[in-house]
């Protein structure tokens, strides 16, 4: 009997065991697909979304890892946060989205009719942060260049609110 509950402590005492990524939903399916971020020119970059191992789900731009999840075979997990991997926020995986939330403000991801990736922001979010955003351009559209010259002004213009002024930082400005 003694032994019989040591092993049910032990069990529960052990983390979930991980999700291969193909289990884990959009950002599963996301594997091995192409995505494009502009840089601050508004040139292509490339985002890649890797399984190094099962369970864990990288983001990579320009071929530099940014952000980290580790999925759990429940639908839970943890983001890691590259530049800050002692800030871990809790992540929930789904078969159409997924979400971080860290200090009250959730990002969720979803994948929009035109296969770009849209990142949407709820709970603690603050004046200056737009509600929505393209996280991640799917490259095969024709106005390409347009879209990630617009990325870079709406950065620039969430920059501004952050700082509490506002100028042009189009061409207007040059």
Not at 74 to 101: I, K, M, N, Q, Y
Not at 105 to 122: I, K, N
Not at 125 to 136: G, I, K
């Amino acid at each position: 009997m003694f032994l019989r509950v040591l092993a049910i402590l032990v069990a529960l005492a052990l983390p979930a065991a991980p999700a291969a990524a193909e289990d884990a939903g959009l950002i599963g399916r996301l594997v091995g697909r192409a995505f494009v971020v502009p840089d601050a020119k508004g040139a292509r970059v490339p985002l890649q979304f890797v399984s190094p191992t099962q369970g864990v789900v990288e983001v990579r731009i320009g071929g530099q890892i940014t952000d980290s999840y580790r999925i759990r075979a429940d639908g839970s997990g943890d983001h890691v946060l590259a530049a800050a991997p002692d800030l871990v926020s809790s992540a929930t995986f789904a078969a159409e989205s997924w979400s971080r939330t860290y200090k009250g403000l959730t990002v969720t991801y979803v994948l929009s009719d035109d296969g770009d990736l849209v990142a949407r922001l709820s709970g603690a979010v603050e004046d200056w942060q737009a509600p929505s955003s393209v996280y991640a351009h799917n490259p095969s559209h024709a106005d390409l260049a347009r879209r990630l010259q617009a990325a870079v002004e709406r950065a620039h213009e969430e920059a501004d609110r952050f700082e509490g002024h506002d100028h042009d930082h189009g061409e207007a400005a040059q």
